[in-house]
């Protein structure tokens, strides 16, 4: 599944010429097979896709309501972690959507979501795509946070705070809005198409404006940000080696957010690897058995974040065992020891 697509597009019966192409995420959800490559791929997602849900949608509601918590709005991180948290389950319940279509498909029977308006149709493409580009660029507002950190460890007292991250979420939240307000103006409903938008200027620039921001950009700038933070962190290995507990804490958290930044690369390069090289070369037949597979690691970026947090993140373990009784230890100077959270 690449970002966006402008193949198979189609001529207008009202004799002007025009060219329309349905609007990617329209697509995505209401042809779900022809969006696959390969049969094995429509089994990839029909099996693999249910437990993805069901764990990450699971993860995602605990990360939000840990990261909510008091202990935890005391530092700056957890406001992206939270967002991310919200924006990562409206993905998951994108693709819950998609695989309801799949599996009737599957059996037979008519797809039972279907974008048939044009508000629908501004919805589809519009709030996905900015959800979509939001994703992305939390991880990379996590990664920054975290060079800034280990750069400069006396500036960042100043910069990574609570109420810096809040207005910097803002931020985030408005920019995607306006760098996308043109999908409304050039979103069409045809009864006949669905919902379209125009070949010539309007998708060629959605597809490379979306694309752009929603893989290409981002894993940039992550892949340079962790090489930053990991050639820092090996030059102070030695000062941080038995140091005080502060510092301890703050490495901690570094390789945490770390783990999450580096899995968003890993698990969201194949897909734009494939989106790239398919726009480039076209006639490679043989990348299209590597696109499923692509799409499904991209799937489980969405997914696995909360799990992340609990294997590298020591306070994220000990909120989550506070937050739910059934996990606490009973043992309350451990727990009071362990939920004492990191200062940046």
Known sequence: ?????????????NGTGAIWLPNYWSSFVERPTSQQSTSVGVWIRLVGLPPVLLLGIIGNILAILVMSRPA????????YLLLLGVCDNISLLVRLLFWINLFLEFKGFPVVITFTNLPACIISEYFITVN????????????????????FPLTCAKLCKPYISRRVVALLILF??????????????????GCVMRYIPDMLMHYIIATTFVTMLPLALIFLGNAVIIIQLKRQSKRITGTGKREDNVSRVTTMLVTVSLAFFIL?????????????RPDWGILRAAVDPAAFLWDLNFAINFYLYVITGGNVRTEAKEMLPCFKTGTTETAQRNSVMLRK
């Open 132 to 151: 979509t580009v939001v994703c992305s660029w939390v991880v990379v507002c996590i990664t920054y946070e975290r060079v800034i950190i280990v750069l």
């Open 1 to 13: 599944m690449s970002v966006l697509s402008v193949d198979n597009g189609t001529e207008d019966g």
């Open 72 to 79: 935890m709005r005391r530092h700056s991180f957890s406001c």
């Open 176 to 193: 995607p809005f306006l760098l996308m307000a043109y999908i409304p103006f050039n979103t069409r409903y045809l009864p006949h198409l």
């Open 268 to 280: 969201v390069l194949p897909n734009a690897l494939m989106a790239l090289l398919l726009a480039l």
